[in-house]
């Protein structure tokens, strides 16, 4: 089934919609569920401590800076200094990073210190005595000491001593103890666990106040709520001055989206009963396999979260350093990643009360609003539901805020997998300067997928970017394209417990394993052109092939890397994506993906599950505009409405600052274009990536376009705006220039100088490897001494600002754990010859040693041919297959007064009469552009056509039903212009009455 794209609004007004794809209504009866939000009631100051997440970090630059900052993490739990339990995600290795934007609060496991699972082998480490769970008595022993004390010691020296946030960490001495962890027995965990709670509190107080400081501390830290023992602990912690600042508990199971808010509240009773002020709540573990990277499935969870006004941590069930599989590849945003970004984006905001069709019930429809007064911005956040449609009943839109007449814009995030590429979300449905009644609205938006997350702004009317600059693009489910020699699984969301990762839809293609194995895809497309045909899908382990063949000839390969979740009930599910180009003519095509390209040899470990087919129009750049109403502004940067022209753009001045997190499919040059106005001469700079590469200025006020081309890396890029004398930004748009491209270098590893233990390694056509020319370096590392050098070659014969793309692969685990796959993040190290050391960088796992993945290292070059050598004087570093070596920036900035172009906008209303035995449709429309329009009206019952419409012209078209009467429905009206010498075409939908 294609992405439907219709809107519905309860209000007048012109409604705008971008160019995308429409399919006729399901056969069965529609369903609709109705989520309410008034913005008049507040529910309190937002949190965002549902961002958290356990062992979300690995090692510095794994995730990316640019990951972390725009997921605006505000708390994680990580290993204990020097831990061994797992061999990344060492606090003391990360804390620069997650601190360095949005980080509040550093949780460390001090357990997590030990190697093994449960901890010490599940056994309370010794002291003078030993208790024995069949009778209840002790047996004294020998040496007097606690074990575990001189851990704790140990762990809470090394934060106090060599952290630079010694105030921001927050110690849990004990993890899960209800578990397997020492304590579960009842009369053990009376006995022995309150003595142990106040000796290791008492240790870790005593070991910070030797520094002069003192220590946050959480706990309990159960594996579940267990109201009994906590009333146990809150009396003894009470008695003895032990309380923490945060309780922590973990809510983990499917059915806590429904009992979660109990336990809350049973908790919250249990401190009032005892006079205990409120202590700060952390869930630190929520969640399972099939709620991360799912953005449906996340809302519910943050919206719990978020109306408790606690922080949270999605729990860490399978790699560290991805935030619990909400991010995808080295820097790449997956849906999940998008929804973690638009709940960042709420700071600052007032909650609002919102009310869902059913509180306190799984997989459900729910939903987070919220109100930034100071921005005039609303936001709803929502997802999780079943049916067709869902109506968003907003209430409270107070007019001396946003006036009689406001812009709605909704955008979604369908599931893309694990590892799948996610792009920039679209806008799905668009209101332009509708009609306010009573302070309410109703928006009407079609319901992908219940795994699907939404986020909807209201802003006052602006003059903003129409949604119409969105490239074409459209999608399918596997399973509804036309299968051949393969089978349709269905994949329930409850599936082992939850233990399962999801499928767009709840259905994927699997059993395409043969030289028969095709699906046929049949998509008419808008014009002649160059389009991204995406595949998410799931390889079990090995990076593999298919064919992609066009109106069945000219093959193109569509390559995949490896995806697994090494856990075996997550098998051929652990979704990436894949992504080739495609030329494709004007019309009608079918693309049929095939396990074989000659219809009888199976390509290499073809056997790849498919979910969905994502057909992207890329012919002209991709363009994708960041409004100001999306950006993420600081310090002082607001979005204002007082500027005639700039309606809604932010005022950025000294030190304000806006965000932007621009999405990259392929790492090269893009041209980044800011456009701004200003009331005087000013300035504007942008830092990419935490490097400033790009500044321009005005001689005086006018609207302007500062175009800078800028390398970006693949996956998400962190860009910054500022302005010292001050601009009013409207937008921040990138597009691809891959035509730049060629002024990158790229060097083959096994072309340089090898040192030391260095080797090229071959991989044959038969492994169905993505490596460049069948070779790539291996044993990098491990020592100075084992590196391969690259000498400085056209291209790259200047001093400056460089990216170095690296393809490598790191396949690397240690150790052993019950449920966590030990992988290893392996470090890589550039040095410039006559400078030394210039970039380094760890590189995340890639599942495969066959598998080769990108990632950026930026570079300061200070010689004009000083040749470059990679290793790492530490551990080994991942084996590399190609660098790309391109400057940060081609050319000057380039900076031209813009004339706004006006908006393609229409008025249009239906009604119906009866004619003879005959039902007509009539819908009139008016075309409120400031230019004169091509006009297109279609309707279920024909469509009509209008060469030019003027300005404030109207028109009229009478459609007949050839029915008594018809349902209700809607009606599309296409209008077509030309503006500044480009061609526009807007999609406007209207609804009609049944008749």
């Known amino acids: 089934m294609r992405h439907p794209r219709w809107i519905a609004a309860g209000a007048a007004g012109a409604i705008a919609l971008g160019t995308l794809v429409a399919v006729a209504p399901p056969a069965t009866a529609a369903t609709t569920d109705t989520l309410s939000v008034d913005f008049a009631a507040p529910t309190g100051d937002f949190r965002g401590g549902a961002s958290g997440t356990l062992y979300g970090l690995g090692d510095e630059g794994a995730p990316t800076q640019a990951l972390i900052n725009g997921a605006h993490i505000t708390n994680t739990s990580q290993k204990a200094p020097f831990g061994t339990q797992h061999p990344s995600g060492d606090s003391l290795k990360i804390e620069d990073g997650f601190f360095a934007k949005h980080g509040t609060q550093l949780d460390i496991y001090v357990q997590d210190y030990y190697p093994d699972w449960a901890y010490n082998g599940g056994r309370r480490p010794g002291d003078d005595r030993t208790y024995n769970q069949a009778d209840g008595s002790y047996t004294n022993q020998p040496n007097g000491i606690w074990d575990y004390l001189e851990v704790v010691e140990f762990v809470t020296e090394a934060v106090a001593t060599k952290s630079d946030y010694p105030d921001k960490y927050v110690f849990i001495p004990f993890n899960e103890p209800d578990g397997g962890n020492w304590y579960a027995d009842w009369n053990f965990f009376n006995q022995q666990f309150l003595p142990d709670w106040k000796a290791a509190v008492d240790k870790i107080r005593e070991v910070y106040a030797r520094h002069g400081l003192t220590p946050v501390i959480g706990g309990p830290g159960d594996a579940a709520w267990r109201p009994d023992r906590t009333a146990v602990w809150l009396d003894y912690a009470k008695q003895t001055g032990t309380l923490p600042q945060y309780m922590i508990w973990h809510e983990l199971g499917i059915d806590n989206l429904a009992t979660y808010r109990s336990h809350y509240a049973e908790y919250r009773k249990l401190e009032s009963d005892r006079g205990i002020s409120p202590l700060e709540i952390n869930i630190t573990e929520y969640g399972l396999l099939r709620d991360m990277g799912v953005p449906g499935q996340l809302i519910q969870w943050f919206s719990m979260f978020e109306d408790t006004k606690v922080d949270a941590q999605t729990a860490y069930w399978n790699y560290a350093g991805n935030f619990s599989d909400n991010s995808a590849r080295p820097n790449g945003a997956n849906a999940g990643w998008w929804m973690f970004k638009w709940y960042g984006d709420l700071a600052g905001s ?17 939903g987070i609003g919220a109100i ?3 921005d005039k911005r609303a936001t709803v956040l929502y997802g999780g539901s079943s049916a067709d449609t869902v109506d968003l009943s907003l209430t409270g839109l107070d007019a001396g805020t946003f006036g009689a007449r406001v812009d709605v814009e909704v955008r979604e995030a369908p599931l893309s997998g694990a590892e799948g590429l996610a792009p920039t979300p679209r806008v799905v449905s668009s209101l332009s300067d509708v009609a306010v009644t009573d302070g309410g609205l109703r928006v009407s938006v079609p319901n992908y997928d219940r795994y699907a997350g939404y986020q909807l702004v209201v802003t006052p009317h602006r003059d903003g970017v129409p949604a119409s600059v969105q490239p074409w693009s459209t999608s399918i489910e596997a399973e509804n394209t036309a299968i051949t020699g393969a089978q349709v699984f269905d994949q329930s969301p409850t599936g082992n417990g939850g233990w399962i990762f999801l499928a767009s839809h709840g259905r994927d293609v699997g059993a395409f394993n043969n030289a028969s194995s095709k699906a046929d895809w049949t998509v008419e497309v808008p014009r002649d052109g160059t389009y991204r045909f995406q595949v998410i899908g799931a390889t079990p382990g090995v990076p593999g092939r298919h064919a992609l063949f066009v109106d069945g000839a000219n093959p193109t390969t569509v390559q995949y890397t490896a995806d697994l979740a090494l856990n075996n009930t997550s098998r051929w599910k652990y979704r990436g994506s894949a992504e080739v180009e495609v030329a494709l003519t004007a019309g009608s095509h079918v693309l049929s993906l095939r396990a ?3 219809g009888s040899t199976v390509l290499p470990n073809a056997d790849i599950t498919l979910d969905k087919f994502v057909l992207t129009d890329i012919t002209d750049g991709e363009k994708v505009v960041y409004p100001a109403s999306t950006i993420r502004l600081a310090d002082g940067a607001q979005l204002a409405y007082d500027r005639q022209g700039a309606r809604g753009s932010a005022v950025i001045q000294g030190d304000g600052r806006a965000d932007v997190y621009a999405t990259a499919f392929q790492s090269g040059y893009y041209d980044v274009a800011v456009d701004y106005s200003t009331t005087a001469a000013s300035d504007v700079s942008v830092t990419l990536n935490g490097r400033q590469v790009a500044s321009a200025s005005t001689a005086g006020a006018g609207a302007f376009s ?17 302005s010292a004398a001050g601009i009013a930004l409207a937008s921040v748009s ?4 891959a035509a730049a491209d060629s002024a990158a270098v790229k060097i083959e590893a096994e072309s340089g100088a090898l040192a030391g233990a260095a080797n090229v390694g071959a991989l044959g056509a038969s492994t169905g490897s993505n490596v460049s020319n069948g070779r790539f370096v291996g044993y990098l590392g491990n020592g100075a001494g084992n590196t391969v050098t690259i000498p400085r070659a056209a291209g790259f014969q200047a001093a400056g600002d460089y990216d170095i793309v690296v393809k490598y692969t790191n396949a690397e685990v240690s150790g052993r754990h019950d449920y966590n796959p030990q992988v290893v993040d392996r470090p890589l190290q550039v040095s410039e010859a006559g400078t030394g050391r210039v970039g380094d960088g760890y590189f995340r796992y890639t599942y495969s040693w066959n598998s080769f993945w990108e990632r950026t290292i930026p570079v300061t070059l200070k010689t004009a041919d000083g040749a470059l050598t990679f290793g790492s004087d530490g551990h080994y ?23 706004v172009a006006p908006a393609l906008t229409v008025d249009a209303k239906t009604s119906s009469r009866k004619m003879g035995d005959k039902a007509y449709l009539i819908v009139e429309a008016t075309n409120t552009s400031a230019v004169a329009t091509q006009m297109v009206i279609a309707t279920p019952f024909g469509n009509k056509t209008f060469a030019s419409v003027g300005v404030g012209k109207k028109v009229n078209a009478a459609f007949n039903s050839r029915q008594a009467g018809f349902p209700a429905g809607q009606a599309k009206i296409t209008q077509t212009a030309t503006i500044d010498g480009k061609p526009v075409s807007v999609e406007t939908t209207v609804a009609y009455a049944a008749h």
């Not at 059913?358 to 459900?364: E, H, I, K």
């Not at 570093?877 to 004339?899: E, Q």
């Open 596 to 598: 074989s390209a000659d």
């Open 350 to 366: 007032k909650t609002v009360k919102v009310t869902p069709p059913s509180l306190n019930v799984a997989d459900t429809l729910q």
């Open 372 to 374: 930034d007064a100071a």
């Open 706 to 722: 500062s175009v800078a081309r800028l390398h970006l890396s693949e996956g998400i890029n962190e860009i910054e705006v500022r």
């Open 734 to 737: 990138t597009t691809r220039a």
């Open 877 to 899: 570093a991942p084996n590399v297959d190609y660098v790309v070596i391109a400057p940060a920036r081609l050319g000057d900035v380039v900076t031209t007064s813009k004339t």
